[in-house]
């Protein structure tokens, strides 16, 4: 799954049009929210005609200039529901691949502080009612001093209510790879300002259920913010499920392995060290299945075809002493196949 959010700072551009195109393509963009798009409302649907792949939401009803756009492919993901506001758009959706179903809200906070508390209101509410919630889009606010390069830091009042919704909503900000800052004024360098106003939100449901999460801040391109690109790896495909089979233990390295993972250093109290060790087993005992058991199917034609031409061959030279170790050798190998194999399906039968 891919989702992003980009103040793109004007839609009507054509170039930047192609842009957002170009960005939803090259990056197979499920979900993306545009914000600050500063399109009239007479202008929009010629706008929107140019992404027929995409159903497209925006927050005219709660602001003139429709500051936010979101675009849904709607070959990927279906809408369950919405609610609009002047500073955000939270949607409620369901990944078609995968059935999963997710919060996503698309925040562009005011350039008033005043203004901005509403947002904390809005986003408050919202925490008691959602299960697994991704923020994403332009705060207009830095967290802390350090987070701006440059004059005219944030108010202290400011991120003090910012930090509380955090707390309040049980928030956590999620690191990114790529640039640093999100957002610069492009001037020389005297004069520059470097803030980080873009940012990537969830709460602890969320990474429970998307752990392979992975925020990316992109360079700007035509924009003076830089684009942020959630990625969820294998969303598509079903987690296997780990079974112990009782046949390994009647493999020769078996004990060596689980004595070696079972004795490697681990860090952490009691219960989290015995996950730990508990981890390290089970990597060992997966890799000991892939080496001997994985495939047994083919594993057993193999040595019985193996154990058939050397018996053919024994059939024409009965006595020779090397040709019987290697028909008693390749015999073992062949009983030892069948009998994990006879393991294996009964395990599977009780199952």
């Not at 967290?143 to 202290?156: D, L």
Request: charged letters at 20%.
């Amino acid at each position: 799954m891919r989702v992003s959010s980009w103040n793109i700072r004007g839609f009507t551009d054509p170039i930047k049009q192609q842009e957002v195109r170009g960005y939803l393509r090259d990056n197979k963009i499920e979900v993306l929210g545009l914000l600050e798009t500063r399109v009239k409302i007479n202008n929009s649907a010629a706008i929107c005609r140019l992404f027929p792949s995409y159903l497209v939401i925006n927050n005219y009803s709660h602001h003139y200039n429709g500051r936010i756009w979101v675009f849904l492919d709607i070959r990927r993901v279906t809408l369950v529901s919405s609610y609009v506001h002047d500073q955000l758009i939270h949607l409620e959706l369901q990944h078609n691949a995968s059935n999963k179903t997710f919060h996503i809200s698309f925040v562009y906070g005011s350039n008033d502080a005043e203004h901005r508390e509403r947002l904390w209101v809005e986003l408050t509410g919202f925490a008691s009612k959602v299960t697994n919630w991704l923020l994403m889009g332009d705060w207009n606010i830095v967290r802390s001093m350090e987070e701006r390069i440059g004059p005219n830091p944030p108010s202290v009042r400011d991120m003090l209510a910012f930090n509380q919704c955090i707390l309040d909503c049980q928030l956590d900000d999620l690191h990114s790879l790529g640039c640093e800052y999100t957002w610069t004024n492009k001037q020389d360098a005297a004069t520059r300002v470097w803030s980080r106003l873009d940012r990537v939100l969830s709460n602890p449901l969320w990474l429970i259920h998307f752990p392979t999460t992975q925020v990316h801040v992109l360079p700007a391109r035509v924009s003076d913010h830089s684009p942020l690109l959630v990625t969820v790896a294998d969303i598509n495909a079903p987690r296997k499920r780990f079974s112990y089979l009782n046949c390994w233990e009647a493999h020769e390295e078996y004990g060596t392995r689980v004595s070696e993972a079972w004795d490697m250093p681990v860090k952490g109290n009691a219960m989290y060290s015995l996950f730990l060790k508990l981890k390290n087993v089970r990597q060992k005992l997966i890799v000991l299945h892939k080496l001997s058991y994985a495939g047994i199917s083919e594993k057993i034609k193999e040595a019985q075809q193996q154990l058939h031409d050397c018996q053919s061959c024994l059939q024409g030279n009965p006595l020779n002493q090397a040709l019987i170790v290697k028909e008693r050798d390749l015999l073992q190998a062949y009983l030892v196949l069948k009998q994990a194999e006879h393991s294996s399906l009964l395990q599977r039968a009780k199952v």
